[in-house]
């Protein structure tokens, strides 16, 4: 065993870790070609669908503060959702993915932090979602002739990210659910379907009754909706979205720890019960 | 004194409060899969493990792998408390799990080694490098392809491969040699006796009683989560005849006691 160098832990070797974990991803998706070719096919006819309908509905009053029509309106709420549903299915899936292998238990068994299998495992459905945004967002530039200023863009960044930490935090809670469930997480497919419905994603919060309007307020997604296209639709600059970018900060450092303590106690809860590799 | 297990217990409890709503046990009793276990690994040292089935050998190896928290008693590896040093236990640690399960079918061999090692804390070259000589030395060089094409016993190969590839002080393995073809396992023997003469302890649970005295120095033999004996394969040889039918003698008496 002369070959072997010694073991060192520190930073770099968890970046070389997370850059295994996304060759691994990379190889196991790439054998499975026809998938990620389908993938992208249905983001092309789910565009081309919500086209049709945008030119149905003409020019609502309700999006008046907004250049372009509903097309422009919900590809940005589709957008902002295709990055929210990756953040709060990935993780249980991932999870569930390595209990029915049987790899779970032996990468438990390396010296590899929680953050970092987690870290690791969402660079390349991460990616895979990138692309399917900014195919989105393409299909909108080029049927209806959107153009998004560089500068909204580059503001939007931060929100993006924000935004996606957020729903990641919930998909960590979702993954601790699974490791002690096995089957049956409550928190992805409910906290997505009420996200569609309360954040603005496919319909402006205004058509809401007032006496549900203020749901819209508890769901981070809403502020991410409406800071995105406050400065891709509407002109917007850093000042107009300094309360989205605040709030979703708040969001962000309250979740983040929380969901990274919730999973870990799952992890306790499951090794003191012997069902760690179950599924 | 490599590996010291002292008075470890563990009894699976079933859910109790919220827990009971949402998680399944095996069965709604406590359940006592091992009590009070001590004995010791040392370096250069190869210990077999045996037991009926339920016994409580798996039980123990995954308390031992950092998977399992024990009810009480202690696990140590070296001055390194298993349960409170996971982590630093962890680096030391290769293991192979009986369920072939636990490779990923879509990776090749060689991909899945490199993997594993990077995890376990080798820099990316050196991964490759010893994945290589591995492959070689398993006869699995010429024939590398995706898991999924991999008979059983080549899967076997490739997970005593992983569980030795980051030069580990501690090689946990449970059945490794179910799935090999009788010169494979005589190859494996060697493998494991080279890897205990270079100071790695090596603890090995298995049902084949002919192969843990060819292979092993000592023995733990345990039935119903207790241990009945712990000592060397050479006593067990002066006392009965071979020590296959020695240890099979000690499982029958203690299965009397425990009736």
Not at chain 1, 36 to 45: D, G, K, M, T
Not at chain 2, 128 to 157: I, P
Request: glycine residues 10%.
């Amino acid at each position: 065993m002369s070959t072997t160098e010694p073991l060192v832990e520190g930073p770099g070797m968890d970046w070389r870790r997370i850059g295994a974990l996304f060759r691994r991803d990379f190889y196991v998706e790439f054998s499975y070609q026809f998938r990620i070719v389908l993938r992208y096919l249905e983001v092309v006819f789910y565009a081309l669908i919500m086209f049709f309908i945008s030119r149905l509905m003409g020019q609502p009053p309700e999006l008046d503060q907004y250049e372009g029509g509903y097309f422009e309106f919900v590809m940005v709420g589709l957008a902002v959702t295709a990055f929210g549903g990756l953040g709060i299915s990935a993780f249980n899936q991932r999870i569930s993915e390595e209990q029915r292998l049987g790899t779970l238990e032996v990468l438990l068994t390396t010296p590899t932090r929680m953050s970092v299998f987690l870290s690791g495992s969402f660079v390349l459905p991460l990616l895979l979602t990138t692309g399917e945004v900014i195919l989105l967002l393409v299909i909108a530039i080029s049927t209806a002739g959107v153009g998004f200023p560089l500068g909204g863009v580059l503001i939007s960044i931060p929100l993006w990210l924000l935004t996606i930490a957020t729903f990641c935090a919930f998909g960590i809670m979702a993954a601790g659910v699974i490791v002690v469930t096995k089957r049956g997480d409550p928190i992805s497919g409910p906290l997505y379907q009420l996200t569609l419905l309360f954040s603005g994603a496919l319909f402006p919060v205004s058509v809401f009754p007032e006496a549900i309007s203020w749901a819209a307020y508890l769901f981070p997604a809403f502020y991410g909706i409406t800071g995105i296209r406050e400065v891709l639709l509407a002109g917007g600059g850093w000042s107009d979205i300094a309360p989205e970018l605040l709030i979703l900060s708040a969001f962000t450092v309250v979740l983040v720890p929380v969901s990274l303590w919730a999973f870990s106690r799952a992890i306790r809860i499951a090794r003191a019960a012997g069902t760690l590799g179950n599924y | 004194m490599r590996l010291r297990i002292e008075g470890v217990s563990k009894t699976y409890l079933p859910p109790t409060g919220l827990l009971r709503l949402v998680m399944r046990a095996a069965t709604a009793e406590p359940v006592e899969a091992i009590s009070d276990v001590t004995f010791h690994v040392d370096s250069g040292e190869i210990v077999g493990l045996v037991g009926p089935n339920g016994a409580g050998k798996t039980t123990l190896l995954k308390a031992i792998c950092t998977l399992v928290e024990p009810s009480s008693g202690a696990i140590h590896l070296d001055d390194l408390d298993v349960s409170s040093r996971s982590l630093e236990v962890r680096r030391q640690l290769g293991i192979a799990l009986a369920d072939d399960r636990a490779l990923y079918w879509r990776l090749t061999g060689r991909q899945n080694l490199e993997f594993f090692g990077v995890m376990a804390g080798m820099s990316r070259s050196a991964a490759s490098e010893q994945a290589t000589r591995l492959m070689e030395e398993a006869g699995l060089a010429g024939r590398d392809k995706l898991v999924f094409g991999y008979s059983s016993g080549m899967k076997a190969q490739l997970s005593l491969a992983r569980a030795i590839l980051h030069d580990p002080s501690l090689i946990v393995l449970d059945e490794p040699t179910r799935s090999l073809d009788p010169l494979a396992t005589i190859e494996f023997g060697r493998k494991l006796r080279t890897l205990a003469d270079e100071g790695k302890a090596v603890l090995l649970s298995s049902h084949r009683l002919d192969e843990v005295e060819k292979i092993c120095d000592r023995v733990v033999v345990i039935l119903e989560g207790r241990v009945h004996y712990v000592g060397g394969v050479a006593e067990l040889h002066d006392e009965e005849g071979t020590a296959a039918s020695a240890i099979t003698e000690i499982l029958l008496r203690a299965a009397e006691g425990e009736r």
